[in-house]
């Protein structure tokens, strides 16, 4: 309490500066020993704030300060509905993969991509990958399907209610999409299907988010159209006695056998065909143990709660830290699917990463963000047409060859922790001395 009164005096003081609002807010806080300043996100009260986490907590967070000065200005709209509570920055180092080739139907040419991450030699390997991949001539992309869903339960009052309910609901389609157009500028309501289950009638509504991810999106959208279910249901001589905006079939944070047949936002292939040479001179083994490697991974993958995903979890946590995407998400994304075989012509071997879950987007939430928007130039990506599907494009491309990488490494025997990574810099910065 000492040191709340203490910080409450400097607070005073500051307050007089900077206007009475935060006189007030330091009283309130006061009272109910709570954040100060909630709501306001200026960079007088985040600053404030983190002062104040200073004071209680007995730490310096010094690091946090700066934003994203010196080039660009603090800018409230960078805080708007991406965080609450603001008390500065985080830093995450940020490396580049590539070049990487990629010929796609909407992401075509060399890129380097932009990823954020801490996990050492995640990054080496990737490019390794990427240049086996080039050097086959590049990878095939396919971005072929785009809907994010959102999943609601009506609480009906029989089985068979629920049933004619779902019906009328689809019938009912030309009116919801209007009811989608009148809260949503991008939206497009694709479909709706439903499953029932006793009283519940669970619902899955699919759209069309653009070059939004859609998430936010989604949710403002089913809410509109279940309010208009529940005003309107009326006409067949029943009611909707209760609703849950999301009851998990949509698979959003979490894996998902509908969205792995389906699809969750931006469903994605990426494919190569390499010649057995090229494995050799590059990963260092023949193509044969690789072809062995993902056969035992598919089997370990077919037993129940084994999870045997490789770095895809790792590479789309730092590609979304720096294009500013969802993190959470990351679970649902890294549903995929790799196929390794003898390729079609001989001496080759076919490769191919299914993707059928990136609920990624170029425009809203953390895109706007001064680091991260320019992280998405980098790889041409910011809002325009099909933008979503260019980038699942490049995200599945870099997968593609850290999985390649890590198998190989895996196989082989020849993985490299960050500790050897950084004795072996050391090694060649004292012989370079």
């Given at each position: 309490m000492a040191t709340m009164l203490k910080f409450l005096r400097g607070n005073l003081v500051f307050g007089r500066s900077v206007g009475k609002r935060f006189m007030h807010s330091s009283a309130v806080c006061m009272q109910d020993m709570g954040i100060p300043y909630r709501g306001d996100y200026s960079q007088q009260a985040a600053d404030a704030r983190r002062q104040w986490v200073e004071s209680v907590t007995k730490t310096s967070l010094s690091s946090l300060d700066g934003w994203w000065e010196p080039n660009d200005p603090f800018?409230?709209?960078?805080?708007?509905?991406?965080?609450?509570?603001?008390?500065?920055?985080?830093?995450?180092?940020?490396?580049?993969?590539?070049?990487?080739?990629?010929?796609?139907?909407?992401?075509?040419?060399?890129?380097?991509?932009?990823?954020?991450?801490?996990?050492g030699t995640l990054l080496a390997s990737a490019t390794r990958g990427a240049a086996l991949l080039n050097k086959a001539g590049g990878v095939k992309a396919h971005a072929y399907r785009q809907r994010i869903t959102r999943a609601p339960t009506l609480y009906c009052n029989s089985a068979e209610d629920a049933e004619r309910v779902g019906g009328w609901i689809q019938s009912s389609l030309p009116i919801l999409h209007e009811v989608v157009a009148s809260v949503s500028k991008r939206a497009q309501l694709k479909s709706v299907d439903f499953f029932i289950e006793e009283e519940k009638l669970n619902l899955v509504f699919a759209y069309d988010s653009a070059e939004a991810a859609g998430q936010d999106m989604s949710t403002t959208c089913t809410k509109a159209c279940c309010d208009w279910i529940v005003d309107n249901v009326k006409e067949l001589d029943t009611k909707i006695n209760d609703v849950m905006i999301e009851n998990g079939l949509s698979g959003d944070k979490h894996t998902s056998t509908i969205n792995a047949l389906f699809g969750r936002g931006v469903s994605v292939v990426a494919r190569a065909s390499i010649p057995n040479s090229l494995i050799e001179s590059v990963l260092k083994l023949k193509a044969e143990k690789l072809i062995g490697g993902i056969g035992r991974d598919h089997q370990l993958k077919a037993m129940p709660s084994s999870v045997v995903i490789g770095n895809v979890p790792n590479m789309i946590a730092a590609m979304f830290a720096a294009f500013g995407q969802d993190l959470g998400s990351v679970v649902e994304c890294s549903q995929v699917f790799l196929n390794i075989q003898k390729g079609q012509y001989v001496g080759h071997v076919d490769v191919e990463l299914k993707m059928p879950s990136l609920a990624i987007g170029t425009v809203g939430g953390g895109t706007a963000l001064p680091t991260q928007s320019q992280c998405l130039a980098m790889v041409g990506c910011q809002g325009e047409p099909n933008?979503?599907?260019?980038?699942?494009?490049?995200?599945?491309?870099?997968?593609?060859?850290?999985?390649?990488?890590?198998?190989?490494s895996l196989v082989s025997k020849h993985q490299i922790s960050r500790v050897e990574n950084k004795k072996a810099l050391g090694a060649v910065r004292q012989k370079n001395d």
């Amino acid at each position: 309490m000492a040191t709340m009164l203490k910080f409450l005096r400097g607070n005073l003081v500051f307050g007089r500066s900077v206007g009475k609002r935060f006189m007030h807010s330091s009283a309130v806080c006061m009272q109910d020993m709570g954040i100060p300043y909630r709501g306001d996100y200026s960079q007088q009260a985040a600053d404030a704030r983190r002062q104040w986490v200073e004071s209680v907590t007995k730490t310096s967070l010094s690091s946090l300060d700066g934003w994203w000065e010196p080039n660009d200005p603090f800018d409230e709209e960078h805080l708007i509905a991406n965080i609450e509570n603001s008390i500065g920055v985080i830093r995450i180092p940020v490396g580049v993969v590539g070049p990487i080739d990629i010929h796609g139907k909407y992401a075509s040419g060399t890129f380097f991509v932009p990823a954020s991450t801490t996990e050492g030699t995640l990054l080496a390997s990737a490019t390794r990958g990427a240049a086996l991949l080039n050097k086959a001539g590049g990878v095939k992309a396919h971005a072929y399907r785009q809907r994010i869903t959102r999943a609601p339960t009506l609480y009906c009052n029989s089985a068979e209610d629920a049933e004619r309910v779902g019906g009328w609901i689809q019938s009912s389609l030309p009116i919801l999409h209007e009811v989608v157009a009148s809260v949503s500028k991008r939206a497009q309501l694709k479909s709706v299907d439903f499953f029932i289950e006793e009283e519940k009638l669970n619902l899955v509504f699919a759209y069309d988010s653009a070059e939004a991810a859609g998430q936010d999106m989604s949710t403002t959208c089913t809410k509109a159209c279940c309010d208009w279910i529940v005003d309107n249901v009326k006409e067949l001589d029943t009611k909707i006695n209760d609703v849950m905006i999301e009851n998990g079939l949509s698979g959003d944070k979490h894996t998902s056998t509908i969205n792995a047949l389906f699809g969750r936002g931006v469903s994605v292939v990426a494919r190569a065909s390499i010649p057995n040479s090229l494995i050799e001179s590059v990963l260092k083994l023949k193509a044969e143990k690789l072809i062995g490697g993902i056969g035992r991974d598919h089997q370990l993958k077919a037993m129940p709660s084994s999870v045997v995903i490789g770095n895809v979890p790792n590479m789309i946590a730092a590609m979304f830290a720096a294009f500013g995407q969802d993190l959470g998400s990351v679970v649902e994304c890294s549903q995929v699917f790799l196929n390794i075989q003898k390729g079609q012509y001989v001496g080759h071997v076919d490769v191919e990463l299914k993707m059928p879950s990136l609920a990624i987007g170029t425009v809203g939430g953390g895109t706007a963000l001064p680091t991260q928007s320019q992280c998405l130039a980098m790889v041409g990506c910011q809002g325009e047409p099909n933008s979503s599907r260019k980038l699942a494009e490049i995200i599945a491309s870099v997968c593609l060859g850290g999985e390649l990488s890590l198998l190989a490494s895996l196989v082989s025997k020849h993985q490299i922790s960050r500790v050897e990574n950084k004795k072996a810099l050391g090694a060649v910065r004292q012989k370079n001395d």
